[in-house]
């Protein structure tokens, strides 16, 4: 989904919608309603460092049937999110 060296973990589904957290390349929302072809709807990135490793955000979290995320960073603390896109 993201930079293939990143490593992808802590994945939440909400109806249609998949979060996903992504250490340094940050957080993905991604739309499912077609498993086969997920397209990104949204994005974060709370790390402003460099790809790879274990920096930057290690969970996330979406509020079920809401636009609300949060997301906690290794060293940043956490991030309050809302997905406004359609």
Do not use: M
């Not at 990104?40 to 809401?66: H, K």
């Amino acid at each position: 989904i993201a930079n293939p060296a990143a490593i992808a973990h802590n994945v939440l589904i909400d109806g249609d919608r998949l979060l996903v957290s992504h250490y340094t390349e940050g957080v993905y929302l991604l739309d499912i309603r077609n498993p086969e072809q997920p397209r990104v709807i949204g994005s974060y990135d709370t790390f402003p460092g460099a790809s790879g490793g274990f920096n930057g955000t290690w969970g996330a979290y979406i509020f079920p049937a809401s636009n609300l995320v949060v997301a906690s960073d290794i060293s940043g603390g956490l991030f309050v999110l809302a997905y406004t896109g359609s």
